[in-house]
């Protein structure tokens, strides 16, 4: 039966090849806002990949009230950069879509000293203490006039559909939001007055592009927040925009103060905004846009089929494996690399780095970070450590064309992406493992389980490169009576059970996400950590965050923060908070109080083999997935 997924279909006059498209990601560009040569090649991959319409990231029409966040198109000068792009992807079948910004308003990357603009005068997001200055109707008026200016430009570059970015709790957004907007001029009260700046950029854009050029508005229904905005009022301005003559919605959910409920993380479940979506669909004529995990083929084929959505989008998925439409198409599914919801990409564009992608090493580097041409050079690689970061290796230099030995200690491959994909709610980072072994298994490369590098096995070797990829091993803090403590990853890795009531130590990621499982499971659990704060040192992004967070709230885990753990006995723990000591009597208790490098054999190996050895992974630090994929595959790529 033929995958409707592959249909032919239109929106206004514009012909698209299939229903997938790019979901719009912002990304950076040259000094004056222009698009760069990176940012080209990276959106020519998606189209390469087989997507039928790639939606920009947003590019902001004016940069006269904020600093330029993201890409910018309010230049004649704008124009070549982004007419380059365009074409580039018109070369493989994809459509390009380009998205118009009026700005970020109290959302905008600011500094703690500088009020930014917004609807009304609220507190901004970063810095809620910080109260934003209201736009007065001038300056309304110049950005409607900006965005059809940009619209125009838009349609000179090539591009052969324009969306209006309307969604999120961004600017537009916030006009058209009762908790931000609280104007008592024509821009604010009812719900047509708070929409009004956004039909005024819709006429502005209607005004400046042809008929041929079908105009789409992303909006966000339901912002899923208490007190916020609810899909009531969100199926009225869906109808709102369909009368102001919209070709197509493009509907999303959540906001910033909920980021999670937007920008999909590795807690989120398939789907998660099907049933936003599918209201919407059900009240409009127009098609409608969505994305939201849908990177199951099956279910992403499913939604069109059950007429929930018109197109299925992928994010950040795209950004794992470009090629995800054709090898769907070829039903090359095990050859897709999958997304694991870490959101490093969207953490590495909000510390002020491009694009990365934890499991595409290539990803905003399409041609600088491409594996060398091959030139028939041969190599010998032995790999010591069969985790994520010595998989990378392998593959890596199976894929140069290099013979590769990889020995691995323990029974299986996948390291410490075992524990990390432990709980039911992670499910995702198994899939990474599954990923890596298959592709191992069929490029050919020499495994050998249950075999571990010792002092005795390493010397002599004959190889040109030798990896150490040994991942690291859980800390054992000085603490009397640790020994009767259970490791948090043998119960992540299901060696071990545990009584109904839990105490765990450390509330980093491997504690909190534990403390999740256990406390999903009805079982009392008890979670303390010497630092202020719980994830202090996690270093993960603002949505991951947020919705792990919420998972430890919601699930009803007892939090302890900036307590001492000081004494472990056989049915007890005691630990100092403010100077008070405490006693919780326990059935068990989960060390997860970090990890250390797994690196003993570093200096044996340099000792032997001088500057063949390389040490990636968590056998340098105990880091993440982004790091031990990258260095696995840098190790390989620029041997010589």
Known sequence: MKNVLFDKTYIGKMKLKNRVFMSPMGTTGEADGAYNIDAINYFMERAKGGAGLIITGANVVSTKYEPRPCTELSDFHHVERLNMLIDRCHHYGAKVCVQLSPGLGRQQFTDPFTPPYSAGSVGSFWFPDLICKPFTKEDIQYLVGKVGYSASLAVMAGADAVELHAYGGYLLDQFQSKQWNNR??????????????????????????????????????????????????????????????????????????????????????????????????????????????????????????????????????????PHWVNKVKKNQLEDITPCVGCNECLLSGFSGKHYYCAVNPTCYAEKEYALPADTGLKRKVLIIGGGPAGMEAAITAKRRGFEVDLWEKGDKLGGTLWPAGGPDFKADVLKLITYLETQCHKLGVNISLNKAATKDNIKGLDYDRIILATGANPAMPPIEGIE??????????????????????????????????????????????????????????????????????????????????????????????????HTVSYDTVLNAAGFKPNNQLEDLLEEEYDDKVVVIGDAVAPRKILTAIHEGYHAIRVME
């Open 184 to 321: 008592t001029d024509e821009y604010g009260g009812s719900l047509e007055n708070r929409m009004r700046f956004t039909l005024e950029c819709i006429e502005a854009i209607k005004k400046n592009i042809p008929d041929t050029v079908p105009l789409l508005v992303k909006f966000t229904p339901d912002q899923r927040v208490e007190g916020f905005r609810d899909l009531s009022e969100g199926i009225e301005m869906a109808k709102i925009l369909e009368k102001a003559g919209v070709d197509a919605l493009h509907v999303d959910t959540g906001c910033y103060e909920e980021w999670y409920q937007a920008i999909t993380t590795v807690y989120s479940k398939p789907g998660h905004k099907l049933d936003v979506q599918k209201a919407i669909k059900d009240v409009v004529s127009v098609p409608v846009l969505g994305d939201g995990k849908l990177f199951d083929p099956k279910l992403a084929e499913k939604v069109v089929n059950d007429g929930i959505l018109d197109y299925v989008g992928l994010g950040h998925e795209m950004l794992a494996d």
């Open 484 to 581: 009767k403590t259970v490791l948090a990853t043998d119960y992540l890795t299901h060696q071990v059970t545990t009584g109904d009531n839990v105490v765990i130590i450390g509330a980093g990621l491997a504690g909190s996400e534990a403390a999740c499982d256990l406390a999903g499971q009805g079982k009392n659990t008890v979670l303390i950590e010497m630092l202020p704060d719980i994830l202090a040192l996690a270093n993960h992004c603002l949505n991951n965050d947020q919705h792990l967070r919420n998972m430890i709230k919601d699930r009803g885990v007892n939090v302890v923060t900036g307590a001492k753990v000081t004494k472990i006995t056989d049915d007890s723990i005691t630990y100092e908070k403010d100077g008070e000591v």
